[in-house]
């Protein structure tokens, strides 16, 4: 979208330009706010609700180069393995991942 | 979410479990009153079921080792879920609405959220939401 944005717009900016403003409180009260009227506009006063509750991954979270470190890691680990002739199914399968992995 | 616009009404993001009641907290700062309620198995507890207002009907499933102890709008829901099952059911399954929602939501906007800080994550949740 940000993409988009910056073709459209011939604005330059950078996602973390845009993620910053999250952790701001009134940018929260603004969106919050935002939400209340949408809900007024509509007439949702009175409400059949329904709720639920959904987990999203926070990949960020791992770092993509300390992953991929950690992949190369086992993969060289599984190889020396493999010299000394002690190879196993599960071992085949962390070299694969490190082959097709990111 | 509300069945009729589909909109969500209230939103609440965790770190450890849906149970720590964000999203409740959120409705209190909302204008708007619930007639009834759908949850799953997970909130199948009398003091949750408290939590609503007198007038609201909660629709939920009760779990295997369910008993009667508890507030009387538990024991309220306990017997209609006996009384009238066809018809608390089939108010109970209009939850899908909720699944559905959420998983349009993730073919739209994604999988995962890619932030590192809690009130972040929040906040890049409650604009999805929005």
Same mark, same amino acid.
């Given at each position: ?56 991954s926070?990949t960020?979270?791992r770092n993509y180069e300390s992953y991929a470190q950690e992949l190369k890691d086992k993969a060289k680990e599984n190889r020396n393995d493999d010299d000394k002739g002690k190879r196993s199914a599960k071992k085949c399968s962390g070299l694969f991942v490190q082959a097709y992995g990111p | ?47 949750? +079921? ?31 879920? +006996? ?28 999988w ?8 972040? +994550? ?9």
């Amino acid at each position: 979208m940000l993409t988009v944005f910056s073709i459209v717009s011939d604005i330059d900016v950078p996602c973390r330009a845009v993620e910053r403003p999250y952790s701001d409180p009134e940018v929260f009260l603004a969106i919050h706010n935002l939400h209340a009227l949408i809900l007024r506009k509509k007439g949702a006063r009175e409400s059949d609700a329904t709720g639920d509750g959904t987990s999203y991954s926070l990949t960020i979270k791992r770092n993509y180069e300390s992953y991929a470190q950690e992949l190369k890691d086992k993969a060289k680990e599984n190889r020396n393995d493999d010299d000394k002739g002690k190879r196993s199914a599960k071992k085949c399968s962390g070299l694969f991942v490190q082959a097709y992995g990111p | 979410m509300d069945l009729k616009t589909k909109m969500y009404i209230a939103f609440g993001s965790s770190m450890k479990s849906e149970k720590e009641d964000r999203a409740m907290m959120f409705l209190k700062t909302v204008d708007m009153k619930l007639k009834s309620v759908r949850l799953d198995k997970y909130y199948s507890e009398s003091s949750y +079921v408290s939590r609503f207002d007198k007038d609201t009907a909660v629709y939920i499933i009760p779990k295997k080792d369910a008993t009667l102890n508890g507030s009387q709008k538990w024991k309220d829901t306990m017997r209609e879920f +006996v009384t009238d099952t066809y018809q608390y059911l089939k108010e109970y399954y209009k939850r899908e609405n909720s699944e559905a929602g959420f998983s349009a939501d993730k073919k739209l906007f994604g999988w995962e959220i890619a932030q590192r800080r809690e009130d972040r +994550v929040d906040r890049a949740q409650l604009t999805i939401e929005l």
